[in-house]
Structures are given as structure tokens and as C-alpha cells.
């Protein structure tokens, strides 16, 4: 049997890069993809940290955020084919439960996470369902269209809400998630966008991409500052770190909105709840991707934004670690692993 190098998650704080046997297609509606790109989500660093802050199953090939090219597929693909280049939701759901019946995917009784319940993309070759696949233009860096799956999961964030030109927005948390949804609402034309982050090296490089004011609100008084500029507050205040309920009640203006974004199974936040009456604010959450990767090609294949902006690194398989520990540090960005 053929073998391929992979990184196996094998238990708690254990990452390791081994020999193991090329995947199989075992259902007809599967294909076999060869792997270009594998992008490390901050999903990974939780799931590789010691204590973890996110379960993982153990002896799982991690990587869930990839693009590459299809090599052989089952005997019902007809969506795609072999020689096509695909992105993948790696939420793959049943389409049958009262979720899915719903049109929501995304909450799906039956969810299968790849890359942390089944075996994912940090690994020469992947078997998805065809269901989850979604063709995209070989014109397009296979570093950027691994950028797809968050991508994906920003448009559904935005897709919630009605942000309109000339509307001001902040953006709590400057990892990529949070620097793509203030890309999308720059590209939207929000008149007043500023970004809030306390890692030093984040913060140097949000103010580089020069579409937001960014703001450290350690050092500096982000409420003053932006209840001065816009007069009354945000209209939209988007949190991308999953612990600041609190601030971003404060931050929005009456009537305003603010979207919940990012996970932190920790947070447990103390909130006056006669703020969000009073104010009259409405609070949005948002969870993984709905529907929303057709629209994430379109606009990665129309180059809307400039993701190559958020690359800072790509490295090989055998690099995994250091890739890591570099987000980890909060210093690297989005870094593409190549297998
Ligand atoms: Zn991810
Ligand atoms: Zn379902």
C-alpha cells in the first residue's frame, strides 16, 4: 500500500508528522484530492495546546482550511471531476435532519469536522464527499484559495447583517478572520473602520494594510476615540476573539448591531443586560459557513480583496510545528503549509 507523510494529532499536546497509507474512496460520492495548499487555522493551535481550548479526536490528520486537485472520484461525482481544482467545506452535513431541512448546514445534527473528527488536508491526499467540494480557477495562487474556508465564514458574519456604504464599523481582533471581515466592509464602503488588537506585532500589521484605524485599547481610549469620530458610536461592532461581549455593547451606538464571531469556551463575561434594552441593540451570532462558498470563490476568482495581504508565511509539512507556535505567538498571520 502506498504510503504519505501527514501531521496526526495523537492525544493531548502530541502533533506528529509520520509515514501512514494514502486515503481511499470508500463511498460513491467521493473523490480523492491531492493537496496543494493547507492553510493553519487558529483552530489547530487550540486543538495542538496543552491543556487543549478546542477536542480534537485523536490519531485525526489535522488541516481543514485547503484547496487542490482532484486525482479520482466515486461513481455518483457528478459535480465535479478528476483534474478540477476544489475547495472544500470541511463541515461536511447530513442534508436530511431538521437543521439541514432548515437550509442551515451549518448546525446540522450530524456535523463531520475534517481535519479534527476525521483525517484532513495537512497530508499529501484527502477523501471528501463531492457534496463539499466547490471548483475553483486554477488562475487563482493555491495559497489564496486555501483562504476559502475562512473566508467562507466571514461572508456568513457579514451576510447577517445590513451593512451599507457610509456606516461605521469595528472589528474586535486582528487575526485573519477579523482582518478579512474589515477588508469585505471596507470593500463595501464603510465610511469610518477601525480594528482593535493588544499583540504588538498585530497591531504593526493591521495599521500596514492601511484600510482601518487600528486601535490598541491598552494604550489607547477606544471608546473616546470612537464615540468622538462617528458622534454616537458604531452602527456595527463585529467580535472576532469570543470573549468581548462586554466592549462591544459598549462600543455600539443605540440601535446598533453587534455580531458575535469567534469561539472562546472559556469566556464566561458579567454584562448589565438592561444595556443591550436600553440601547435597544441587537445581538448576532455567527458559526462556521452557510451556503457561503460560492459566494467566498466569487470573490477570491474576482480578486475583491487582496488576500495575499495576509499571507506571512508558507512552509512545508515537516515545518508544521513552527508554524504553530508562531501563531500561537500571535506573530504570524495566515501561514499555508504546501505537503
Ligand atoms: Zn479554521
Ligand atoms: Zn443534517
Not at 490598541?216 to 464615540?227: F, L, Q, R, S
Amino acid at each position: 500500500m502506498e504510503n504519505m507523510k501527514a501531521a496526526v494529532f495523537e492525544g493531548v499536546g502530541k502533533l506528529v508528522i509520520k509515514e501512514v497509507p494514502v486515503p481511499k474512496i470508500t463511498r460513491p460520492d467521493q473523490v480523492l484530492i491531492e493537496v496543494e495548499a493547507c492553510s493553519i487555522c487558529g483552530t489547530d493551535v487550540h486543538i495542538t495546546a496543552n491543556p487543549p481550548g478546542y477536542i480534537a479526536t485523536p490519531n485525526t490528520i489535522l488541516g481543514h482550511e485547503f484547496c487542490g486537485i482532484i486525482r479520482e472520484k466515486g461513481s455518483q461525482v457528478d459535480q465535479v471531476d478528476i483534474g478540477d481544482r476544489v475547495v472544500v467545506n470541511p463541515n461536511n452535513y447530513c442534508g436530511k435532519c431538521a437543521y439541514c431541512r432548515k437550509n442551515l448546514p451549518n448546525q446540522c445534527e450530524h456535523i463531520e469536522a475534517l481535519g479534527i473528527d476525521y483525517d484532513g488536508a495537512f497530508a499529501k491526499y484527502c477523501v471528501v464527499s463531492d457534496k463539499v467540494a466547490y471548483k475553483i480557477s486554477k488562475d487563482i495562487d493555491p495559497a489564496i484559495a486555501a483562504c476559502a474556508e475562512p473566508l467562507a465564514c466571514a461572508v456568513n458574519g457579514l451576510n447577517k447583517v445590513d451593512v451599507k456604504p457610509g456606516d461605521s464599523a469595528v472589528v474586535i481582533g486582528s487575526g485573519p478572520i477579523g482582518l478579512m471581515i474589515a477588508m469585505l466592509l471596507h470593500k463595501s464602503g464603510i465610511d469610518k473602520l477601525y480594528l482593535l488588537e493588544t499583540a504588538a506585532k498585530r497591531v504593526e500589521f493591521a495599521k500596514g494594510l492601511g484600510i482601518a484605524k487600528v486601535i490598541n485599547p491598552i494604550e489607547e481610549d477606544a471608546k473616546g476615540m470612537i464615540a468622538h469620530e462617528t458622534g454616537i458610536g458604531a452602527d456595527f461592532v463585529f467580535d472576532v476573539t469570543g470573549s468581548q461581549i462586554v466592549t462591544s455593547v459598549d462600543l455600539a451606538r443605540k440601535g446598533g448591531t453587534v455580531v458575535l464571531f469567534g469561539v472562546n469556551k472559556q469566556a464566561r463575561r458579567e454584562i448589565a443586560q438592561c444595556e443591550i434594552t436600553t440601547k435597544e441593540l441587537r445581538v448576532q451570532g455567527t458559526w462556521l459557513a452557510n451556503a457561503t462558498f460560492p459566494q467566498a470563490v466569487k470573490i477570491i476568482e474576482s480578486k475583491a480583496i487582496d488576500l495575499r495581504a495576509l499571507i506571512t508565511d508558507e512552509i512545508g509539512l515537516d515545518q508544521l510545528h513552527t508554524g504553530l507556535e508562531s501563531l500561537a505567538r500571535g506573530e504570524g498571520i495566515k501561514i499555508i503549509v504546501r505537503p
